[in-house]
């Protein structure tokens, strides 16, 4: 998973249901709402099938047998839940990661030593760099600004987070600051990850999904913090080999419809990326999202529940990959004039357990998604009806958002100790709460059944130039400038 959205994470003491403050049902959304809580409780099937998935698939990476295995299952999933489904097939450049290395020396010197290292996609297909290392901080634009002449023909090093004593007030995405190391002519990068561990990170260095000119590679954060200390006082030297596969290939989001009553030409999109990275099994990015998505869409199947809009379950392919199967299905709406029929998009990224909800750049929506909050509060205290209004980029919400389209999110709870595995080795089926999984599909199930049946939408698609400013206003102009996806032209 590319990431996205800054999540506050608290450690939550969960009290067992028995504990549960219920109050009388008023009216019949709160009838619906017991009746979902009733049924998610029993008979939830997300836990289940995520495990069986991580067992019998693994990774689902997108254009790998594993990921055209994950295609099927959740197509079967859904087919057996009652639904009309189908896939939307586009084409991708497949990246997968073969070989590399990493070896550093002092610069006068040949006495090389290999660091613990894994590639960050979309790196060459073949590559073999020797440069000198220079470090650039955090990697922001006043970063490399400082040090463009030394940046050139040298391999950049940073940060993928932003080190505390350094005051930065912001922070851009690894393929952004991979992009900015390009701009000012790096041969080669090397990101340090951010958990302590001697974790190493894997993901995108691309703003684009398509191949970057330059190797690009994650280490340790030990290994970084040691490495800095280093250039202190000495200058140092790496030989980044690898190999690598890219081809064209074809790779299908997952799409179940349940037809609106009253306005079925109004979608609403809830989805979450089904694919993953190859490191492990990609359980947590983004199995707890994709699978309480369908856990939700099998919930609404089983309660025979009707929603005056249409709604839409989607598992998107290739987000991790460049966002690929989200802007494939953007564009396809935007190509067939079916774009204005989405209304709100609902999107599930590596969180669970929800407290609230996230309306991106959209604070005019809290009254409406606080009134939903009190319903659920009364059937179950430990959601405590946050919300916020952060809108952030580098997941499946970003294409829609930029055509205009209101995007909401669940504002997740997930331990801090889940997180050390983004994009690692551990993020494997065993780092899976069953109740977390299970609490996303018993909330977000009577968030989207409001939301597909409010008389009135709490936010409306924006024009074109709406849009533009609303992007403005959020701080989102430079970094989809810095990824080519800056559509306004100034």
């Not at 030394?150 to 932003?162: D, Q, S, T």
């Not at 992009?179 to 002519?185: D, P, R, S």
Request: charged residues 25%; hydrophobic residues 40%; glycine residues 8%.
């Amino acid at each position: 998973m590319k990431k996205k959205y800054t999540f506050i994470f608290t450690i939550l003491l969960l009290f067992p249901f028995a504990c549960q403050t219920t109050k009388p049902i008023t009216n019949k959304e709160e009838d619906v709402f017991q009746k979902i809580n009733t049924e998610v409780l029993a008979n939830s099937k997300a836990y289940s099938t995520l495990g069986e998935a991580s067992k019998t698939i693994g990774h689902r990476l997108t254009g790998s047998e594993n990921g055209k295995k994950a295609e099927q299952y959740a197509y079967d999933l859904l087919k057996s839940y009652g639904f009309d489904v189908r896939f939307h097939e586009f084409e991708v450049e497949a990246w997968a990661r073969n070989t590399v290395s990493l070896q550093i020396s002092s610069l006068d010197k040949n006495e090389f030593v290999s660091l613990p290292t894994a590639t960050l996609a979309h790196s060459p297909v073949k590559s073999e760099v020797t440069a000198e290392i220079i470090n650039v901080g955090n990697g922001l634009a006043e970063d490399f600004e400082a040090k463009s002449a030394e940046v050139k023909g040298k391999i950049a090093l940073f940060y993928i987070g932003i080190w505390e004593e350094s005051g930065a007030k912001y922070n851009l995405h690894r393929s952004e600051k991979t992009a900015l190391a390009i701009q000012h002519g790096a041969v080669g990068v090397i990101a340090i990850n951010q958990p302590a561990g001697r974790i190493l990170l894997t993901g995108t260095a691309s703003v684009t999904g398509k191949l970057n000119p330059i190797p690009a590679v994650s280490i340790t954060k030990e290994d970084g913090l040691a490495l800095i200390e280093r250039l202190k006082t000495e200058k140092v030297k790496a030989i980044i080999k690898m190999t690598n596969k890219s081809e064209v290939i074809k790779a299908r989001n997952v799409i179940a419809t349940l037809k609106g009553t009253d306005l079925p030409n109004e979608k609403i999109i809830i989805g979450g990326h089904l694919d993953s990275w190859d490191l492990s099994t990609g359980a947590i990015d983004n199995g707890i999202g994709s699978f309480a998505v369908l856990d939700i869409a099998r919930t609404f199947k089983a309660l025979k529940l009707k929603t005056k809009r249409t709604i839409e379950f989607v598992m998107f392919m290739g987000e991790e990959q460049g966002l690929l199967g989200s802007r494939a299905l953007v564009e396809d709406y935007i190509k067939n004039n079916t774009i204005e029929q989405v209304k709100y998009m609902v999107n599930l990224d590596a969180t669970g357990n929800p407290s609230g909800v996230n309306s991106a750049g959209a604070p005019q929506a809290e009254a409406f998604f606080k009134k939903i909050g009190e319903k659920i509060k009364a059937i179950d205290s430990t959601y405590t009806n946050t919300f916020s209004s952060r809108a952030g980029l580098h997941s499946d919400h970003q294409p829609f958002m930029i055509e205009g389209v209101p995007v909401l999110s669940p504002s997740g709870r997930l331990d801090p100790v889940v997180f050390r595995c983004y994009h690692a080795d551990c993020d494997a089926f065993n780092l899976i709460n069953e109740k977390h999984i299970r609490n996303s599909v018993r909330f977000v199930s009577m968030i989207l059944y409001d939301l597909a049946n409010a008389e009135t939408l709490p936010v409306k698609r924006m024009d074109s130039e709406t849009t533009k400013q609303f992007l403005i206003d959020n701080g989102l102009k430079t970094p989809l400038k810095i990824a080519g996806d800056w559509k306004w032209g100034d």
